[in-house]
């Protein structure tokens, strides 16, 4: 069959994805990142120094893959960069997968192979693979929760919401915006038609997710005394957030940032004797959210047109087309024709959200609150397309695959003897 074929050249390409770049930390076609800053870490960690840069404390980084990493280093010496992207490979089919699953138990058996074609290919997915980063394995828990929501609400019970709350801890000891989950993973509790009572299913989601993230909360209690519970790159993010909403450090973002805060972020993820001469993370993030809300007393009204900018970024990846200049001409090639892709699969899942709202209501109710509440929790930071992508691109992928299976399931009923649907093969 067709869609077979199509499934066989996806992973095919995925292969090729994650082989080219070999034993190189940057693929490519990457334009830099946080890699480096995760590989520290990551010796730090294997030289018994813990989560720490320059023997300081530190929650900049969620812990999850830098213990991934520090494990792989362990185990695969200098080869561990070739052991992470396989291991994304995998999961980045597991990312698929549950995408699949979840159309296919929402919307058809049409859906769901649909889904599997669409997040195959989708190129947002496939770019995160090769990415020494955390994004695909963000991506994995995001749509293994979206199978679970979908779960939750066709066929309830008490294991399949204790299953999201592990969802939701895992992934945000992996990334901290992960834990934003949490809230619709609530929602889902209380909309499903369980036969336990409401706060029972809520209390087991929560304490699923607890317990999983529990270690990570009493380490930052311990560590900083008191002062930091979850991350200490919130302020800092706010700050940026306003100086720099596009999430790139172009000439003159750094200038402005040192100016508010006194620092750069590079400044402290370093095990340069350097780091020793500023304060704790707790007082730095603490400074930080002071300087953030100063920036928005000043911005004010400043700030309307500033966040419907930033939404462009996080919806539309126009930050991929208007603010790569330091990159090549290849690689904003590269990026226009990913971003452009992105449009047509992003209008095919508007589509299919607005195909759903007839046939399946409550799960379109929860679809809404999930962009709205996730889209709304990163206003106050920079917007940048990557962030979008572990907790959207899934989503997208699901109802892109409901609209085409539906239509599939349309143009099959109108080529049928008879008028009658058209046995699917």
Known sequence: MLWRAAAILGVVLRIVIVALPGNQLRAPWSGGGDAPKYVLLAQNLLAGHGLSYALQPTALRAPGYPLLLAGLMWSFGDHYIVAIRWIQFALGLGTVYFCSRASGRAFGEGAGRATLVVGLFFPTLIFITGEVLTECIGAFFAAMFLYLLVEALKSPSMKVLAGMGFVVGVGGLFRFNMAGLGPVGILVALMAKCSRPAWQRVLVLCICAGVVVAPWLLRNQVEFHGKVLYSTLTGHDAVEG????????????????????????????????????????????????????????????????????????????????????????????????????????????????????????????????????????????????????????????????????????????????????????
């Open 242 to 425: 306003v100086l720099s909403p596009q999430g790139r450090a172009l000439p003159g973002d750094n200038d402005r940032i040192r100016a508010a805060e006194g620092w750069l972020l590079g400044e402290i993820e370093t095990n340069d004797q350097s780091r020793l001469q500023y304060p704790s993370e707790a007082e730095l993030n603490r400074e930080a959210w002071g300087v953030a809300r100063t920036l928005w007393r000043e911005w004010g009204w400043l700030l309307v047109p500033l966040e419907a900018e930033k939404l462009t970024y996080f919806w539309l990846g126009t930050d991929q087309i208007f603010w790569t200049q330091a990159f090549s001409g290849r690689q904003r090639l590269l990026r226009w024709v990913g971003v452009a892709s992105y449009w047509l699969l992003l209008g095919l899942g508007i589509s299919g959200w607005l195909g759903a709202r007839r046939s399946a209501p409550a799960l379109v109710q929860v679809c809404v609150f999930y962009v709205v509440f996730l889209t709304a929790l990163h206003l106050p930071f920079p917007m940048l397309s990557r962030l979008r992508i572990p907790l959207m691109d899934p989503f997208i992928a699901i109802l892109a695959g409901a609209f085409l299976g539906s239509y599939a399931r349309s143009a099959n009923s109108q080529h049928a003897p008879g008028g009658r649907p058209a046995v699917a093969a």
